[in-house]
């Protein structure tokens, strides 16, 4: 392993941590930019791209890369505009920030966690914006109960009939 790297590494577990849920330990993003920055100047370099940004959901990658462009750390994020208090002002921000995370993560610079720190609060949030969203599923007929409606559909003779069988069976 590149000396650089297990520098990083060693400054990255004795930076500042934040708690999150389950009583794990988290190292900033910021944090580990600093120390990725620190070790290795210029030499490499970190780049994002937006893969989607559809007005609802927002898709970063993120790369570190070698002076030759070759890719040796990856990671990717997506966040759901609105779904949280920082996404309803900030989602491609804070979904940039998670990908360079996760990049950096890739590498070994995660500093005791591979996931974000709002990735598991933001989880909950986007559990609810999918459930709100979410139509709700309908009963499946019976096998016996699409027999009837077929038989009985087929004896409409005019839209009058249509209607009654509608008002009838549509709801079912």
């Known amino acids: 392993m590149d000396e650089r790297l297990k520098k990083a590494i060693s400054d ?13 330990q988290y190292t900033m993003v910021n944090e580990r930019v ?20 559809d007005g609802k959901i927002v898709q ?9 462009g070759f ?10 505009r ?5 996404n309803k002002t900030s989602a ?9 995370g996760r990049a ?8 005791g966690e591979y996931a974000s720190a709002n990735e598991i609060d933001r989880a909950k949030e986007k559990e609810k914006v999918i459930k709100k969203d979410k139509k709700p599923e309908l009963d499946p007929f019976t096998e016996e109960q699409v027999k009837t ?3 009985n559909f087929k004896k409409h003779e005019d839209m009058s009939r249509h209607q009654s069988w509608v008002n009838e069976y549509g709801q079912n």
């Not at 990725?36 to 030499?43: A, L, V």
């Not at 970063?60 to 030759?68: G, Y």
């Not at 491609?92 to 360079?100: D, G, H, K």
């Open 12 to 24: 990255i577990t004795d930076a500042p941590k934040i708690p999150v849920q389950g009583g794990k």
């Open 60 to 68: 970063v990658v993120a790369t570190v890369t070698t002076p030759e």
């Open 71 to 80: 890719v040796v750390g990856f990671g990717l994020a997506e966040e759901i």
């Open 104 to 111: 950096l993560a890739s590498l070994g610079l995660h500093g």
């Open 92 to 100: 491609l921000e804070n979904c940039e920030t998670s990908a360079i």
């Open 34 to 53: 600093v120390a990725f920055r620190n070790n290795f100047g210029t030499d490499m370099g970190i780049s994002t791209c937006v893969v989607k940004d």
């Open 82 to 86: 609105g779904a949280g208090h920082i």
């Open 149 to 151: 409606h077929i038989e």
